[in-house]
T-cell receptor, first 113, second 115 residues
Framework: KQEVTQIPAALSVPEGENLVLNCSFT??????LQWFRQDPGKGLTSLLL?????REQTSGRLNASLDKSSGRSTLYIAASQPGDSATYLC????????????FGKGTTLSVSS | GAGVSQTPSNKVTEKGKYVELRCDPI?????LYWYRQSLGQGPEFLIY????????DSGLPNDRFFAVRPEGSVSTLKIQRTERGDSAVYLC?????????????FGPGTRLLVL
């Protein structure tokens, strides 16, 4: 059974720092991996989607990498801002689970000004 | 509509009551998903519709949970004989055709509290 783990569970940084969020998954047979952002009381917003054949994706200050063979992904946030404060969720689409997403518990990020 | 909408945004009910949660997906999206998110956890898959039919209902926890999508657009998640453990945020998502390469777009969720 596919399991997704995110470390750390919470992270606090001062504004301007570069930071890395980690995601690991137990079964390397995935179609893709996505990073989502969730603000309190709101739904999820997709940030980056990495196909299984890709190594990384970039959007603005965000860069996500994927090492499928080792079951790991990282989300790199450059020059963090207070507006980046949110919970970041990693999810995989596992081959055996159809198109349903399997999520980690998330990392709650707080960026102080 | 511009995005996925869900109603109500909040629902408080008593143990043993019946509740219905509604999801209105992005227009033209044939794939629709329901997830449940408990406090401090990531969302957990419940059911996936392709058009009017439930293509995968393996995530429904028991037979108290049921979902329909009669016309291939709006979906309703129905919970019978609610229990306190059903308290969670119920999220709905849609995608264009359900392909594994597609992004799923999420609604704001319905926060269900069972007293």
């Amino acid at each position: 059974k596919q399991e997704v783990t995110q470390i750390p569970a919470a992270l606090s940084v001062p504004e301007g720092e570069n930071l890395v969020l980690n995601c690991s998954f137990t079964d390397s047979a995935i179609y893709n991996l996505q990073w989502f952002r969730q603000d309190p009381g709101k739904g999820l917003t997709s940030l980056l989607l990495i196909q299984s054949s890709q190594r990384e994706q970039t959007s603005g200050r965000l860069n996500a990498s994927l090492d499928k063979s080792s079951g790991r992904s990282t989300l790199y946030i450059a020059a963090s801002q207070p507006g980046d404060s949110a919970t970041y969720l990693c999810a995989v689409t596992a081959n055996q689970a159809g198109t349903a997403l399997i999520f980690g518990k998330g990392t709650t990020l707080s960026v102080s000004s | 509509g511009a995005g996925v909408s869900q109603t109500p945004s909040n629902k408080v009910t008593e143990k043993g009551k019946y509740v219905e949660l509604r999801c209105d997906p992005i227009s033209g999206h044939t794939a629709l998903y329901w997830y449940r998110q408990s406090l401090g956890q990531g969302p957990e898959f419940l059911i996936y519709f392709q058009g009017t039919g439930a293509a995968d209902d393996s995530g429904l926890p028991n037979d108290r949970f049921f979902a329909v999508r009669p016309e291939g657009s709006v979906s309703t998640l129905k919970i019978q004989r609610t229990e306190r453990g059903d308290s969670a945020v119920y999220l709905c998502a849609s995608s264009l055709s359900g392909g594994v390469q597609e992004t799923q777009y999420f609604g704001p969720g319905t926060r269900l509290l069972v007293l």
